[in-house]
């Protein structure tokens, strides 16, 4: 049922973004009056799902699920060659119209993905404010992986700032260190400022890497499991562990770690109950578990919200576009640096199926189409024939020279342009069932 639920999302989510961005390309074809032979989602070689026809245009479902298009007269593309512009040119085709009014066109898909993540990021400033864990509440620092421990970090560091620049918002520092590709972050280490250096021949085991920093917690217990090793030693809710035996710890994880070391045997463990201190001798399964639960991050670091007015929440929501923009823009970047391998992280619909939860909640819906309406914007405005931003190109080149590039110049770019991008989603998809197998 999880899966169906992620694919329903997903499905949802890629027809609306692919028809608010195809209906920018219709919206400014009628306004120029250009014939719009056909408005797709999804695309229909051989065979099509659903269509009918309103006026000059055929409105329909496609078959295959990348993507969707409006086929205009008198224009090269995904759909038609040369072939189909035999006939005299007339008034109401593309290829007559003055060059502004094709720009206009071809770069209303961007404009209108762009405009949907404004309006979502608006709504969702409105609806929910903006929700997170700010870092400063971090007291504990963080526990890093293998590869934070090599590039200097140490458990229990706290997040200064990056190059300077202070992070409020915890979810935002990692991706903040990847993408930006930040050379120094200042922890607070004791009661030390540290500098740590990060090399930029980090930043490929980086963008692969897994749980690279979590934030640490406590070790106090929520439910204590009838039977267990706990409940035997007379461990209660509410009681927290601060050392194993001996040994003070701060961290869960650190906790459960030594724990886990006398699987089978017993711990001493000292409890902190209330102002009183004891130590328990505490029972460890063969699993390495004493029987119980711990507290959640959330009950030890609060959720912060900024609430805005409607008013309020339109800068926010166009500011938040812009940033997430500048973003994914760093990111395209990054895939044309080999020595990054950044394009190992390059995913199909399997990847960005798995990003959805597995319960349908709107919040998460409205996050994720808003960030993959501005991934639509800036790959279909990449300079690639086949996509908007090949087709900006040539109009931009006869713009700026006076000379129209022939159609079978234009013909030729959008054949190269769609193997480009076949290669690139086959690559894809291979990157997706590599992460899968390994």
């Known amino acids: 049922m999880d899966i169906l639920i ?11 973004l692919v028809i608010v961005h195809e209906f920018g390309h219709f919206m400014f074809a009628k306004i120029f009056k ?34 969707g298009y409006v086929s205009l007269s008198g224009m090269i593309d995904e759909t038609k060659g040369t072939d189909a512009l035999a006939a005299e040119p007339q008034p109401w085709e593309f290829r007559t119209k003055p060059a502004w009014q094709r720009l206009l066109i071809m770069a209303g898909g961007v404009m209108m993905n762009v405009v949907l993540a404004c309006c979502i990021y608006i709504g969702m400033s409105y609806t929910w404010g903006d929700r997170y864990f700010d870092n400063k509440d971090m007291v504990w620092g963080y526990t890093f992986n293998e590869l934070g421990h090599e590039i200097g970090f140490e458990d229990g560091d706290r997040i200064l700032s990056l190059d300077g620049q202070s992070v409020d918002d915890l979810s935002k520092i990692y991706s903040t260190m990847v993408i930006e590709q930040v050379k120094c972050v200042h922890v607070l280490r004791g009661s030390d400022t540290v500098e740590v250096f990060i090399r930029a021949d980090y930043t490929p085991q980086l963008l692969n890497s897994t749980d690279f920093m979590l934030p640490r917690m406590p070790f106090e217990v929520a439910q204590v499991l009838k039977d267990g090793g706990a409940a035997v030693a007379g461990i209660q809710e509410g009681d927290r562990v601060t050392a194993v035996n001996g040994e003070s710890l701060v961290a869960a994880d650190d906790i459960r770690a030594r724990i886990a070391e006398a699987k089978g045997g017993n711990v001493e463990l000292t409890i902190l109950r209330g102002e009183t201190t004891d130590t328990l001798t505490v029972a460890v399964s063969s699993e390495g578990a004493i029987g119980v639960y711990l507290k959640p991050f959330s009950e030890f670091v609060p959720v912060h919200t900024r609430e805005y007015t409607f008013w309020q929440s339109i800068p926010v929501g166009i500011q938040r576009t812009g940033e997430e923009v500048a973003s994914y823009w760093s990111q395209i970047k990054l895939m044309f640096k080999p020595k990054t391998e950044a394009y190992k992280s390059l995913g199909s619909f399997i990847a960005i199926g798995s990003i ?72 894809a998809f291979g990157n997706d069932i590599r992460r899968f197998i390994l």
């Open 6 to 16: 992620k694919i329903a999302q997903l499905v949802v989510c890629l027809s609306l």
């Open 356 to 427: 959805f939860p597995t319960e349908w909640d709107w919040y998460s819906f409205w996050r994720i189409a808003a960030l993959l309406s501005v991934v639509f914007a800036v790959m279909n405005i990449l300079p690639i024939p086949g996509l908007d931003g090949g087709h900006i190109v040539f109009v931009l080149w006869e713009m700026i020279t006076g000379r129209k590039p022939s159609d079978k110049v234009l013909e030729y770019a959008q054949m190269v342009g769609m193997i480009l991008l076949i290669a690139l989603m086959i690559f």
């Open 34 to 67: 250009v014939r719009v032979e056909k408005f797709y989602l999804f695309f229909d070689p051989w065979f099509k799902l659903f269509s009918f026809k309103r006026g000059e245009t055929e409105y329909g479902v496609g078959w295959l699920p990348l993507g």
